[in-house]
């Protein structure tokens, strides 16, 4: 195991809701990064932050927010859900920052928007 | 944007079979790893490896930086090999952001 973990597990929300997805980095970690992977398809990156600041941001419009705290767990919220928005979300935490180092993923929380 | 391509996209193997997984990128890269995704969605980190080659156990990667590939080799594969392999590179540009390959989906039989 990574030591990256993720909550809930699963969730079903309706269309037109709004759902906030969390995510405890691994220890030593002060980077997290956000990626949405939908069936059959590799993930796609959403946004990424380190030191409580977006760093970086995937092709995902301004509905898909999130927030960094102190100890560097982070939130993804989603608003106004779309039933497109159904998948697999993962975090990923690194330390360094923007500098390229090994990612490691937690678990997912499969969303699925009815 | 960066690129990344793999193949095959999808391998049936039987067991003890080696198998060798193709990922081709588009840039220049300062990050490349490899996971394998179990059937519950978690990815497991297999290697980081931005160039040349490292080995654990019976699965070792090579990447050519300078050609844009790496390779992902499984000797001797098992039934829980099976799954969906990964290639994903990132470079400084955008937060480390890592772009995923549409993966190649390995079943090994017994």
């Known amino acids: 195991e990574t030591g990256v973990t993720q909550s809930p597990t699963h969730l079903i929300k309706t269309r037109g809701q709004q759902v906030t997805l969390r995510c405890s980095s691994q220890s030593g970690h002060n980077t997290v990064s956000w990626y949405q992977q939908a069936l059959g398809q590799g993930p796609q990156f959403i946004f990424q932050?380190?030191?409580?600041?977006?760093?970086g941001r995937g092709n995902f419009p301004p509905r898909f927010s999130g927030l960094q705290f102190p100890n560097y767990s982070s939130e993804l919220n989603v608003n106004a859900l779309e039933l497109d928005d159904s998948a697999l979300y993962l975090c990923?935490?690194?330390?360094?920052?923007?500098?390229?180092?090994?990612?490691?993923f937690g678990p997912g929380t499969r969303l699925t928007v009815t | 944007g960066i690129q990344v391509e793999q193949s095959p996209p999808d391998l049936i193997l039987q067991e003890g079979a080696n198998s060798t997984l193709r990922c081709n990128f588009s840039?220049?890269?300062?990050?490349l790893q490899w996971f394998h995704q179990n059937p519950w969605g978690q990815l497991i980190n297999l290697f980081y490896?931005?160039?040349g080659t490292k080995q654990n156990g019976r699965l070792s990667a090579t990447t050519v930086a300078t050609e844009r590939y790496s390779l992902l080799y499984i000797s001797s594969s098992q039934t829980t090999d099976s799954g969906v392999y990964f290639c994903?590179?990132?470079?400084?540009?955008?937060?480390?952001?890592?772009?995923f390959g549409g993966g190649t989906r390995l079943m090994v039989k017994p």
């Open positions: 490896i931005p160039s």
């Open positions: 994903a590179e990132a470079n400084n540009n955008a937060g480390n952001m890592l772009t």
């Open positions: 990923a935490s690194s330390s360094g920052g923007a500098t390229a180092y090994e990612q490691y």
């Open positions: 932050y380190y030191r409580e600041e977006e760093n």
């Open positions: 840039d220049s890269v300062n990050n």
